[in-house]
């Protein structure tokens, strides 16, 4: 390729792209990738869609900051974390998708489910800005209490039955503690920085917390699959632990759990989304859905 | 004679083509049997972009030296360490202009700390050596690095985070 024409790498379709597009494959080689005899592998999809989803979901959400964020260099932080989350959920979809055997790989598994497919917590994609949804500190607040809870659940996940989770989860967390540290760096800035920044943490926090309880309870599926999948319930004094300590030094006050209602009772998990989910959705699939297959 | 573990360490990375993928740490295996080649890599983050590229710079280096058969793997266990960076990659970064890692060493068991203010680390400029230098974002252009400034020369650069 030359570099006369930007337009050229457009209709060029040798496996040398870069940085995004062709040539992905299967990036869990080198694990012993064999499903436990004792596992349902029923279960197992599910599973891997949940916390791909989970990885996928904030992904999509927190790429929307790029170029909206307050400063240059949190525009870059925060697609960092992003494309971070992505990297987690291309594994543990292309995980999902081999263990099925349906022949659905990571892009089939993103870009071609609906909505009530996804099985994200409703916390992942709740519209906190850029735009009238929320701000930057309500993306702050969310970031923060996802990945304390996604560190918990990753820390136990290590150990889990399945060798590709405990990869993925041993890989993930190291890159989940960077993300936390951003998060509650920002919380103690704003919440304890002025009087504005105080104030709209304190609404960040109000807007967040109903979407919290959530994390805690156990799907069936997680409950079916004792020793691979992590029970979500054995999560919440840890999470409160940093939480509180994050917003001690924050000038912020963690409000009781407010019990989740879910929607219409059912939760993220099962398929039941918010009203924000469909237009994330049509968001993140539109291009490929328009051209299929379509590269850059 | 070279071998195709000899041509396989030749080849650089793609983000910092100053280091080889074998200074990187990223290249942890190559088997040769029967002419066919098995090279196993490794990604930095899970979301690096680059280790696709890497997988084709392996087979095009292994290729065009005559190797038919060339299988590149991507492994994630155990997971990459900036401990594994060479020390000869140090080197090269730091005279790239790149601040080269600390070293972690052996993981301490039991929960991930929390830490509430940046990290006061000594990071020494690459340009000027000076140590006062500050951190102005823990995330750069690609996930491994972090930006920072010396205080004595005002150069800002980049440094690959420990992780």
């Known amino acids: 390729m030359s570099f006369d024409n930007a337009y050229e790498s457009l209709i060029d379709h040798e496996d040398t792209h870069w940085a995004f597009g062709t040539g992905f494959h299967t990036a869990l080689e080198g694990v012993d990738r064999e499903v436990p005899a004792t596992v349902d592998r029923a279960d197992l999809v599910a599973y891997c869609l949940m916390l791909g989803d989970d990885s996928l979901v904030l992904s999509q959400r927190l790429a929307a900051w790029c170029s909206r964020a307050p400063e240059l260099e949190e525009d870059i932080a925060l697609a960092n974390i992003a494309l971070d989350l992505l990297g987690q959920a291309r594994l543990l979809l292309t995980r999902a998708g081999e263990v099925e055997g349906a022949g659905r790989d990571e892009d089939a598994l993103a870009y071609l489910r609906d909505e009530r497919e996804f099985r994200n917590v409703h916390l992942a994609e709740i519209d906190c800005g850029p735009g009238p949804g929320g701000d930057f500190a309500t993306t702050i607040v969310r970031l923060l209490v996802f990945s304390s809870w996604k560190i918990a659940q990753f820390s136990r996940l290590r150990g889990s039955a399945d060798p590709v989770l405990a990869a993925v989860a041993a890989k993930g967390l190291k890159e989940l503690a960077y993300h936390r540290d951003h998060a509650a760096q920002w919380a103690v800035r704003l919440g304890d920085g002025t009087e504005e920044s105080h104030r709209r943490m304190v609404a960040a926090v109000d807007r967040v917390w109903p979407f919290v309880d959530e994390l805690f309870h156990a799907s069936a599926v997680e409950a079916r699959l004792a020793g691979v999948a992590v029970d979500p319930a054995e999560l919440r004094s840890e999470v409160d632990g940093v939480l509180d300590a994050v917003f001690e030094a924050s000038g912020l006050t963690r409000p009781e759990p407010i019990p989740t209602a879910f929607v219409a009772g059912q939760a993220g998990r099962e398929g039941v989304h918010t009203e924000a989910m469909g237009f994330l959705v049509a968001e993140m699939q539109h291009l490929h859905r328009s051209m299929p297959g379509a590269v850059w | ?163």
């Open chain 2, 1 to 163: 004679m070279t071998t195709a573990r000899h041509i396989a360490e030749q080849v650089r990375d793609p983000e910092l083509p100053v280091l080889t993928l074998a200074d990187l740490g990223v290249l942890r295996d190559v088997t040769e049997s029967d002419g066919r080649v098995l090279v196993t890599i490794t990604p930095t983050y899970s979301g690096c972009p680059a280790i696709d590229e890497m997988g084709s710079d392996l087979r095009r280096a292994l290729t065009s030296a005559g190797y038919a058969d060339v299988e590149v793997r991507t492994s994630l266990h155990p997971a990459w360490t900036t401990d594994w960076i060479s020390e000869s990659g140090k080197q090269k970064l730091l005279d790239y202009g790149i601040a080269p890692p600390n070293r972690i060493g052996p993981k301490v068991a039991g929960p991930i700390p929390l830490n509430l203010t940046p990290p006061s680390q000594r990071v020494p400029c690459p340009r000027c050596g000076s140590p006062r230098t500050t951190e102005l974002s823990r995330f750069g252009s690609t996930a491994c690095k972090a930006l920072r400034r010396c205080e004595d020369c005002a150069e800002p650069f980049e440094h690959i985070k420990e992780i």
